[in-house]
């Protein structure tokens, strides 16, 4: 029987496409990652499992959750994991969400025995700005994306942007001091990677959309709440939030909840709130802060992946 990969054999390669969205042609970028032994790459077979779908924060690009998404690849049942970014040239509306579902399809339309788009499952996961796309993502094309996985995701609730801004820059000051005082340096090496890819990503859409208005919109659209009692999708959600996240708060979307051990009795009424056509939602709170998907992601992928089975 021939091995799994190992992570220094693991295929990484970014491509660049674009597909067509209502008479706009929006461009993307992806990163593939793929786990999978040679004899498996070689066959061309769609995957058992789902592939996992990662949409990135506002502002990164496709290489700032790089090892988020090699995680999700080693880790997962499919052995597979897309890092995706489309840039429609308009800012603040559902171009992204249902490019990334066209992406999708045409992606997993390259494996043997996909010509049926009926047949084509992924699993959508969004990390910070990227929940909230990836939420709406899920709800554009639910058979696609029969499972969302929210890691410390935006849009739970409504959120100012310059109020979200701030918190994100102070997030990312207070857990670079941390790792400072405790001499993390590898962590601190990282975070600041993570956080140059943000500023970067965000100086690349201004150029590309040529305009600060669209920036600005886009901005305000990710800060909106996506589900709510009309929100339809009926597929599992699984949310999983730091304990020490201070973006993200996870008291937030949960009112009245003073302690971590009150949490698991409020899920029934936040899924009657927020999602009352889902299958099946699941809250957990994780050891970490608004980066640790990226710094240490073994903490958020493994559960996100148990939950929905789609652990290898």
Same mark, same amino acid.
């Given at each position: 029987?021939? /091995?799994?990969?190992?992570?220094?054999?693991?295929?990484?390669?970014?491509?660049?496409?674009?597909?067509?969205?209502?008479?706009? /042609?929006?461009?993307?970028?992806?990163?593939?990652?793929?786990?999978?032994?040679?004899?498996?790459?070689?066959?061309?077979?769609?995957?058992?499992?789902?592939?996992?779908?990662?949409?990135?924060?506002?502002?990164?690009?496709?290489?700032?959750?790089?090892?988020?998404?090699?995680?999700?690849?080693?880790?997962?049942?499919?052995?597979?994991?897309?890092?995706?970014?489309?840039?429609?040239?308009?800012?603040?509306?559902?171009?992204?969400?249902?490019?990334?579902?066209?992406?999708?399809?045409?992606?997993?339309?390259?494996?043997? @025995?996909?010509?049926?788009?009926?047949?084509?499952?992924?699993?959508?996961?969004?990390?910070?700005?990227?929940?909230?796309?990836?939420?709406?993502?899920? *709800?554009?094309?639910?058979?696609?994306?029969?499972?969302?996985?929210?890691?410390?995701?935006?849009?739970?609730?409504?959120?100012?942007?310059?109020?979200?801004?701030?918190?994100?820059?102070?997030?990312?000051?207070?857990?670079?001091?941390?790792?400072?005082?405790?001499?993390?340096?590898?962590?601190?090496?990282?975070?600041?990677?993570? @956080?140059?890819?943000?500023?970067?990503?965000?100086?690349?859409?201004?150029?590309?959309? *040529?305009?600060?208005?669209?920036?600005?919109?886009?901005?305000?659209?990710?800060?909106?709440?996506?589900?709510?009692?009309?929100?339809?999708?009926?597929?599992?959600?699984?949310?999983?939030?730091?304990?020490?996240?201070?973006?993200?708060?996870?008291?937030?979307?949960?009112?009245?909840?003073?302690?971590?051990?009150?949490?698991?009795?409020?899920?029934?009424?936040?899924?009657?709130?927020?999602?009352?056509?889902?299958?099946?939602?699941?809250?957990?709170?994780?050891?970490?802060?608004? %980066?640790?998907?990226? %710094?240490?992601?073994?903490?958020?992928?493994?559960?996100?992946?148990?939950?929905?089975?789609?652990?290898?």
């Amino acid at each position: 029987m021939e /091995r799994r990969a190992e992570p220094s054999q693991v295929h990484t390669r970014r491509e660049r496409g674009s597909v067509d969205i209502s008479g706009e /042609r929006v461009q993307y970028e992806i990163l593939i990652v793929d786990a999978r032994t040679a004899g498996e790459r070689a066959q061309g077979d769609l995957p058992p499992g789902n592939v996992i779908v990662v949409v990135p924060g506002h502002g990164q690009t496709v290489t700032g959750p790089r090892r988020l998404v090699a995680e999700f690849a080693m880790r997962s049942r499919a052995k597979i994991a897309w890092c995706i970014d489309p840039t429609p040239t308009r800012g603040g509306d559902c171009t992204e969400a249902r490019a990334i579902a066209e992406i999708v399809h045409d992606r997993l339309l390259g494996f043997k @025995g996909t010509s049926a788009r009926s047949s084509h499952r992924a699993t959508i996961v969004g990390w910070s700005h990227g929940g909230g796309e990836a939420l709406r993502a899920a *709800r554009e094309d639910p058979i696609l994306f029969p499972q969302y996985l929210g890691l410390c995701p935006v849009g739970l609730v409504e959120r100012k942007p310059p109020e979200m801004i701030a918190s994100f820059l102070l997030e990312a000051t207070r857990v670079v001091a941390g790792d400072l005082l405790h001499l993390r340096l590898a962590n601190v090496s990282e975070t600041l990677r993570v @956080g140059a890819n943000f500023a970067g990503g965000l100086v690349t859409d201004l150029v590309r959309s *040529r305009s600060l208005r669209n920036l600005i919109d886009d901005v305000r659209w990710a800060c909106r709440k996506v589900p709510g009692p009309d929100f339809d999708y009926p597929g599992e959600v699984v949310l999983l939030l730091g304990i020490h996240d201070s973006v993200i708060r996870w008291r937030d979307p949960f009112p009245g909840c003073q302690a971590p051990n009150q949490l698991s009795a409020m899920v029934p009424a936040f899924q009657e709130a927020n999602f009352p056509a889902g299958r099946r939602v699941e809250v957990c709170l994780v050891d970490g802060n608004h %980066i640790t998907p990226e %710094i240490e992601p073994g903490l958020f992928v493994h559960p996100g992946l148990a939950f929905l089975d789609q652990l290898a």
